[in-house]
């Protein structure tokens, strides 16, 4: 039971921001956040510590790890899928030759279709890739 494994930390955190209503409302095109229709809820989980130690974060991010098999039955899969503010580095990483061919494995979990969309504008807006991090969105170049 999750529940349980609630007991298992200090201060262990679980999100559930509702979705449904008006957001149903909305095709998946005309905003980069895909995921409304059918879900109920985007669900946030946290667990915090102040020891960075390597011991105690192999700790905590396997308790993690652990919460998220208990709630597999329980959230999107077959792809799962995330809220991009929610990262999942599981989905993957940009490395430092990064393309849009190798961030689409990731971020179409983030934002299904537009994914391209947002790539193509990223190349006007920012086309020497000078915002990035792990999960950024790389400019879009066909040949990539």
């Given amino acids: 039971m999750v529940e349980k494994l609630f007991l298992e930390e200090e201060r262990p955190q679980m ?3 509702p979705l449904g ?3 149903d409302e909305i095709s998946e095109s005309e905003i980069s956040f895909p995921h409304r229709k059918g879900n109920l809820y985007n669900i946030q989980y946290l667990v915090n510590w102040s020891d960075n130690s390597e011991s105690i974060s192999s700790q905590k991010i396997a308790w993690m790890r652990k919460l998220y098999k208990k709630m597999k039955p329980y959230v999107a899969n077959s ?3 995330a809220y991009v503010n929610y990262r999942d580095l599981d989905f993957g990483t940009n490395q430092e030759d990064y393309s849009y061919s190798k961030a689409k494995i990731w971020g179409e979990k983030y934002f299904n279709g537009n994914f391209k969309r947002l790539a193509q504008v990223k ?3 920012d086309p020497n890739n000078f915002f990035r991090n792990e999960q950024s969105i790389p400019p879009y170049h066909a040949d990539s």
């Fill in 21 to 23: 209503g008006k957001l």
């Fill in 79 to 81: 792809p799962r899928t």
């Fill in 15 to 17: 999100i559930m921001e």
């Fill in 123 to 125: 190349s006007q807006v």
